[in-house]
């Protein structure tokens, strides 16, 4: 049985960020589930430039809103609580949160799993798992 409790793992190196974003690691691949789990917080203003080029991903709102947009076709999805997006493809995407705003707060999974320390390299994507 794995039990995460987001009071122990805040301030480890569990704990994440970035310039507009910060992701708490949940579930790791050392956790052995085939999968990661990040709770992660867009912050207001940000306008994250993505693509996970050795993972598939799944975020869920629980939280704020914001849009992503599909750089290949330019097509913009709203994204509020309860909306789901899956850039299942790899696809190049912008994750953009109005400033003033509240925070884009999402539950994320990613396969293969994060190791837990990654950031975004200049390309937006994380290292390829080892």
Known sequence: MIIADKAKLTGTVRDANGPGWQS???LVRSDGMGFSMTETRVLPGAVLRL???HHI???YCIAGAGEVVELATG???QISAGVLYAPDKHDLHEVRVPAG???LHLICVFSPGLEGTEVHGPDGS???PV
């Open 101 to 103: 705003g509240a925070a």
């Open 57 to 59: 991903e799944a975020c």
């Open 24 to 26: 708490l690691r949940l």
């Open 126 to 128: 994380y290292p390829a």
């Open 51 to 53: 693509q996970y080029k």
């Open 75 to 77: 097509a913009v999805h």
